[in-house]
């Protein structure tokens, strides 16, 4: 007799406001136990690719911005390949985590990453899809990390055939995944609730 | 870190009923913070079933020692002294090796070392409440610090975190990401917290509830508490990832 014997995952709690202590600790004054704060740097100087910085806020269903969020980002190199074991095309850019961990500021909510613009890579059924970063946002008050995408206004022709955008039933939302671009800088606002809500994905 | 060492399927569907609801009005803060339209299915793409590896070699020596990591030389941090330990696994069971655990917490009396806490128990001088490990090839984990305090916070007048360490988990996966607590058995606090019981299913809470464990405490030492921890399995990616007809 065949049984199903699955676990389930363990349920998740909330982040809460002192997230910094255990993720970020030097950023917030608790230095001497951590060297550095995980996933503060994600390049050198020998990284290669344009370098982009992105910033913005998350806000509430006010419109005001969290305090206490953490923000984390996941994206391949400038190639399009992830530094990760189970990267199967090829080698990325050893000088590149494609990892990064950023609070907000505990004054302003702002968000800053310093990274690279990534390449497109592909879609499980071999459709490229647009160059984007994925985002994982938690903070007190978020039950479980909301994950969601930013893409590159400038990209318009790849954003139009990317197969994730394209599931967005509502098109007037797509907009809320797009960055808005002044120079090198990106800036993606994440809103958690109203009109202009964030689309999160269930991944 | 870039050798093809892993052939990583996509995750199993997470149980959205199983965590807790991003709306649970008894935790205040979650009304506005919470998403009112529903979330887009996307499964999972090589942006999500891909993760950065995390080396034993970034650690440092005092990494896994809250009692000594933040501790002038020749003294200690204050309170109960537990070992805390367990087993990262996946739903399938197998162990998550290299899985970074991360770890923070409130000091014996409930203050945390942040400058947000203002709560009225002192800050302990030789006590961070930061800590992480890395699993070993089975999964295994373990670390030692001080039983962190109850305390008060603001959502009804008069509501109190049981015990409890916060934990952050990187498997193999950025889509394996989670963030949970752990609570310790017999604490008459968990069934009263907001907090806990934005999880719906009495079996849920249940994991998330430390073990004392007699056979892991150090005599005349510390007591050990056993907490396992059980990440999203994948699938194989023999049937993935292949138009029809290629
Ligand atoms: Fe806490």
Redesign the pocket.
């Known amino acids: 007799m065949t049984k199903l014997e699955y676990l389930k995952e363990s349920p998740s709690q909330t982040a ?1 406001p ?1 997230v910094h202590i255990g993720c970020t600790p030097n950023f917030i004054g608790n230095t001497g136990i951590f060297k550095e704060d995980l996933g503060a740097r994600m390049m050198n100087e020998q990284t290669k690719g344009q370098r982009i910085t992105i910033k913005g806020r998350v806000f509430d269903g006010t419109g005001t911005p969290l305090k206490d969020a953490m923000l984390e980002i996941w994206q391949a190199d400038s190639e399009g390949l992830f530094n990760s074991p189970s990267e199967m095309r090829g080698e990325a850019d050893p000088n590149f985590t494609g990892w990064g961990r950023q609070p907000v500021n505990l004054d302003s909510g702002e968000f800053c990453f310093e990274t690279v613009k990534p390449g497109a890579v592909p879609f499980p059924d071999g459709r490229p899809q647009a160059p984007h970063i994925n985002f994982w946002i938690v903070a007190r008050g978020i039950n479980l990390g909301l994950n969601t995408r930013m893409y590159f206004p400038e990209e318009e022709e790849a954003n139009a055939a990317d197969p994730v955008l394209g599931r967005v039933e509502h098109r007037v939302r797509v907009s809320t995944l797009i960055a808005k671009q002044s120079g090198d800088t990106y800036t993606f606002d994440i809103y958690i609730q109203g009109d202009n809500e964030t689309v999160f994905f269930d991944i | 870190m870039s050798k093809p060492t892993t052939n990583a399927g996509p995750f199993f569907p997470r149980d959205r009923n199983w965590h807790p609801p991003a709306l649970s009005p008894n935790y205040k803060t979650s009304v506005l913070r919470s998403p009112q339209k529903a979330l887009l299915s996307l499964g999972n793409t090589i942006s999500e079933t891909t993760g950065p590896v995390f080396g034993h070699n970034m650690l440092g020596e005092l990494d896994h020692d809250l009692v000594q990591n933040y501790a002038k030389p020749g003294e200690s941090a204050q309170g109960e002294r537990i070992i805390v330990h367990g087993h990262v696994l996946d739903e399938e069971a197998k162990p998550v090796p290299n899985a970074l655990v991360e770890v ?3 000091n014996a009396g409930g203050r ?1 070392r942040h400058k947000k806490d203002d709560y009225l128990a002192p800050l302990d001088p030789n006590f961070g409440g930061c800590g992480r490990v890395i699993t070993d090839e089975n999964g295994y984990y373990a670390f030692r610090t001080v039983r962190p305090g109850p ?1 008060p916070w603001p959502n009804g007048v008069n509501d109190w ?1 049981p015990s ?1 360490i ?1 934990f952050s988990l990187f498997g193999s996966g950025f889509a394996q990401r989670l963030i949970t ?1 752990m609570y310790f058995e017999g604490d008459p606090h968990i069934p009263l917290c907001p907090i806990v019981r934005t999880i719906n299913d009495p079996a849920a809470i249940e994991m998330l509830v430390a073990k004392l464990d007699m056979n892991h405490c150090v005599p005349m030492d510390a007591r050990a508490y056993r907490f396992d921890i059980v990440l999203r399995g994948r699938r194989s990616t023999m049937f993935e990832n292949r138009m029809e007809g290629n």
């Open positions: 809460g002192y | 923070w917490q409130a945390y305390y975190r409890h916060h607590q």
